[in-house]
């Protein structure tokens, strides 16, 4: 077919030349789906090449150029109600490159004391501030490198805990990732500023400190710095799965109820086995490191303005024996969140408001690791921009989604 040949021509293209790919006329729909059937039939698109499902629940699509009118006469004929909100990704885009290439040129000159949130950091910005951290703070911060990439990146973890910086093992341990799904940068970022308001003003939230904290904000670094190099929509990491396809879903990847994928340039691909990816490896291992004292994890995405709790495998879905505990945890971080302007967030099961998802990092969290509570947290897209969200919005996503982080951590 002459639309795979160009997505063919296109991924080489990316590969040999290392060149930006374009979104040139892409367009975003918003979907509002009214039923099941609805849902069911949306879904039989998820994998089609030129397809990108921006959101767990399909409610924003990316659809490539040549599909555009085929799939608004799908929509049309299954009386699926539709909008498109973004007329061109690639304009989105230019927008956030240009702003960001601005803002490093107005603080070249600057040092360690401009650290804020007004732009997009990227993984040596992000790790060279872990690391001034633990300099600065001893007693407080460790950093250590917990695994490698499969392009050799290091994958970092910093320790945040009033015992020297070292995990107790007597205080819960919250665990938190950012970045497993590499576009989600706004994730990332929510994740470093939980870092930097817990250990930089630290005195102003004794009341997180009861609690040990493990934090991973980058952990697919080679997806995000593909996503700042050569491929803003970028989601999974880069393992060269074929000649032609690259890169394993991480939240597909984990051990809890994984299932086999055959569409190896999907981008839900799951990966030859359960645990196959090295950054998955990396977590793993981190979290059975403190499996005696493991209280709450928490996966950063971004985006729907939604707090989910597992399981999200099976519909109908079964829910965690705790379940009530995991509502009342997720409405109280809702309130928090409403309380300082931020976005009114769903609460509820995964594969309820969303749909099933198999292999999924929050579900291995409570079924395997022994985490009592799990949740995943997809932030806010900030309106209509989805994964491009405004650097002038970033300051307030990260204090939001920063009243999630403080709420959950009292509560347990």
């Not at 703070?137 to 015992?163: D, Q």
């Not at 904000?217 to 803003?232: I, K, L």
């Not at 989601?235 to 690259?246: E, Y």
């Not at 300082?340 to 749909?355: F, K, Q, R, T, W």
Request: with cysteine.
């Amino acid at each position: 077919m002459k639309f795979t040949a160009t997505l063919v021509v296109l991924a080489l293209a990316v590969l040999v030349g290392g060149e930006q790919v374009s979104y040139r006329n892409f367009k975003v729909f918003k979907i509002d789906v009214a039923s099941q059937e609805q849902h069911a039939l949306l879904k039989r698109w998820e994998d089609v090449e030129g397809v990108d499902f921006w959101d767990r629940a399909g409610r924003r699509v990316m659809i490539h150029p040549e599909l555009q009118k085929h799939f608004e006469n799908f929509l049309v004929a299954n009386k699926i109600a539709h909008e498109v909100i973004i007329e061109d990704v690639e304009a989105t885009i230019e927008a956030e490159r240009k702003y960001d290439q601005e803002y490093k040129k107005s603080k070249a000159t600057l040092g360690r004391s401009t650290v804020d949130f007004e732009h997009f950091w990227d993984t040596q910005e992000i790790y060279g501030y872990l690391d001034e951290l633990a300099a600065s703070y001893p007693n407080l911060v460790s950093v250590e490198v917990i695994g490698h990439s499969h392009e050799n990146r290091e994958i970092k973890a910093i320790t945040i805990t009033s015992t020297n910086g070292q995990v107790s093992g007597t205080k819960p341990v919250i665990f938190i990732d950012g970045g497993v799904h590499a576009r989600e940068w706004a994730g990332i970022m929510s994740v470093v500023y939980l870092i930097h308001e817990l250990v930089e003003h630290n005195s102003d939230y004794q009341d997180m400190m009861t609690n040990d904290w493990v934090i991973v904000p980058v952990a697919n670094p080679d997806g995000y710095e593909f996503s700042h190099t050569s491929n803003r929509m970028w989601r999974k990491n880069r393992f060269p799965s074929s000649i032609l396809c690259t890169g394993v879903d991480l939240n597909r990847n984990f051990e809890y109820m994984w299932a086999s994928g055959s569409n190896l340039c999907s981008d839900t691909y799951p990966g030859t086995g359960p645990v196959s990816e090295l950054e998955t490896q990396a977590l793993v291992s981190l979290m059975s490191r403190y499996r005696n004292n493991l209280s709450l994890y928490l996966a950063v995405h971004t985006y729907g303005d939604m707090i989910l709790y597992p399981f999200g495998y099976a519909w109908p879905f079964i829910p965690v024996s705790n379940a009530a505990e995991h509502i009342a945890m997720g409405e109280k971080a809702k309130a928090a969140v409403s309380a300082v302007g931020g976005p009114n967030y769903i609460v509820g099961n995964s594969a309820e408001i969303l749909y099933t998802a198999y292999g999924a990092s929050d579900d291995y969290a409570v079924g395997l690791a022994g985490f009592t509570y799990g949740f995943t947290l997809e932030l806010t897209g900030g309106g209509s921009q989805g994964f491009d969200l405004p650097a002038s919005q970033l300051q307030h996503v990260a204090h939001s989604a920063f009243q999630i982080y403080r709420s959950m951590a009292n509560d347990i």
